[in-house]
């Protein structure tokens, strides 16, 4: 295993973890590229396919619930079989998706397509995550999660620009002709650049009644479906934004598709730039008081700028400063929760990281299924279900730091005990 104890002042050079980072980070953003890229479209793919807001939200809720439910093959295939087949089929079966809504004639095949998507896209979620399990644990962990999320954040910033600018030059349909160029990428760096890091030794036979016991202990482990849940609903968060934003920017705001882009990336940086302090926060004041720090300051922004948008005082300005913060705090609820989900789990670490996903993914469609029936265009639905996924971070962060607290002083009497 790498050298846990790397020092900032090692410098780049010195660094082992970028290289993985920007590998991992590479095959990992082709996911959100598929989320982000045509979201400035969509209003133009609504009008276009005769369909509605609600039927355009659908097509990220299938995205993500497919995204969700594959995790659960690829992470166990992972552990069996090494962490590179899983890649490669994820990202064949991702093109197949990408080319259904290249030429989709309908929105009913475009959900197709999304839906199949999504089944690809989430081996390039689930597998590097383990990969980073395999590699390091603890704030080393965190660093190459935080690495990776840096990496990942080109996707946010760029692929909405990336979706407009194909538009200027043809129509919605070459955003996800782009994406089918983006997978045959992902294969040659798959191939050149990632080797494997599961040793055959180390595989996990697939046998149903280990994954149900696996399963079972995960479901039954309070403080990791605590963690889980906590780093999902802020996702949720982040979704509702996503299946929202382009027709709140464009139609309440009266931006372009092009002005929305960028409104889009200045609101995504603050959760980027500060997933970059997560691993060093962390190690200086460890994981669990950096996330209950987090959590509070991501709820009182969030149910703040919701309490301001009753009042009608909310518009694009603030709308964009308060998210910008508020994902700022995500930026470290993010990375935080997930390497301190798998810490106790490193021998199911596929599974885990699997589970956890799905249970995220379908966490966060939910919550875009049930805020839809309120949207209307303008940004007050969608500041109050984003204040809604802040409140329930803040009373799972409580519940993750009563547990941990247990914990310890359980284990100080088993030593009190044996000594």
């Given at each position: 295993?790498?050298?846990q ?6 410098g780049l050079?010195n660094d ?12 990992s953003?082709l996911?959100p590229?598929?989320i ?6 969509m209003p ?6 005769g ?6 939200q ?6 993500f ?10 992470g ?14 994820g990202?064949?079966v991702?093109?197949?998706g ?17 839906f ?7 081996s390039?979620?689930v597998?590097p995550r383990?990969?980073?399990?395999d ?8 660093r190459l999660?935080?690495a990776?999320?840096?990496v ?11 979706g407009s ?21 992902s294969?040659?760096?798959l191939?050149?650049f990632?080797?494997e ?13 280990v ?16 963690l ?12 509702v934004f ?14 372009s ?12 940086i ?13 190690q200086r ?8 720090l987090a959590s ?5 922004l ?13 518009g ?6 308060g998210?910008?913060?508020?994902n ?21 670490a ?9 249970l995220?993914?379908?966490?966060g ?6 805020a839809?029936?309120?949207?209307d265009?303008?940004?007050t ?7 809604v ?13 009563r ?17």
């Amino acid at each position: 295993m790498p050298d846990q104890n790397l020092r900032p002042e090692d410098g780049l050079a010195n660094d082992p973890i970028w290289r993985p980072a920007l590998v991992l980070g590479l095959l990992s953003a082709l996911g959100p590229f598929a989320i982000d890229m045509y979201l400035p479209a969509m209003p133009v793919i609504a009008a276009d396919l005769g369909t509605s807001i609600q039927g355009m939200q659908g097509s990220i809720v299938a995205y993500f619930i497919a995204f969700g439910l594959a995790q659960l093959i690829y992470g166990p295939w992972a552990d069996r079989s090494g962490r590179k087949a899983p890649l490669y089929a994820g990202i064949g079966v991702f093109t197949v998706g990408s080319l259904i809504c290249t030429f989709a004639p309908t929105v009913e095949w475009l959900l197709v397509g999304r839906f199949v998507q999504g089944l690809g896209g989430a081996s390039l979620m689930v597998v590097p995550r383990a990969i980073i399990r395999d590699m390091y644990t603890g704030p080393a962990a965190t660093r190459l999660m935080a690495a990776v999320m840096m990496v990942i954040s080109v996707s946010p910033m760029l692929a909405p620009l990336a979706g407009s600018g194909v538009m200027a030059v043809w129509d919605w349909r070459g955003i996800f002709a782009l994406l089918v160029v983006a997978a045959v990428a992902s294969v040659t760096i798959l191939a050149r650049f990632q080797p494997e890091t599961l040793a055959v030794a180390d595989r996990q036979p697939l046998d149903v009644g280990v994954l149900r016991r696996g399963a079972g202990r995960l479901l039954r482990d309070p403080l990791f479906m605590g963690l889980t849940f906590l780093g999902g609903f802020g996702l949720a968060s982040f979704f509702v934004f996503i299946a929202s934003a382009s027709f709140v920017y464009t139609g309440d705001f009266g931006l372009s598709p092009t002005g929305f882009s960028l409104a889009f990336a200045v609101n995504a940086i603050g959760f980027f730039a500060a997933s970059q302090a997560a691993g060093p926060l962390g190690q200086r004041y460890g994981a669990p008081k950096v996330m209950a720090l987090a959590s509070a300051g991501f709820a009182v922004l969030t149910i703040g700028l919701f309490a301001l948008a009753l009042t009608g005082a909310v518009g694009l300005v603030l709308c964009m400063v308060g998210l910008f913060a508020a994902n700022a705090c995500l930026g470290l609820i993010i990375p935080t929760t997930m390497v301190m989900a798998l810490d106790d789990h490193g021998d199911i670490a596929g599974l885990a990281s699997s589970l956890g996903g799905t249970l995220q993914m379908l966490a966060g469609g939910l919550m875009i299924v049930a805020a839809g029936p309120f949207f209307d265009g303008t940004a007050t639905p969608m500041l109050g279900a984003i204040a809604v996924c802040g409140a329930l971070v803040l009373a799972l962060s409580r519940l993750v730091a009563r547990k941990q607290a247990l914990g310890r002083q359980g284990a100080r009497q088993t030593t009190s005990g044996a000594a």
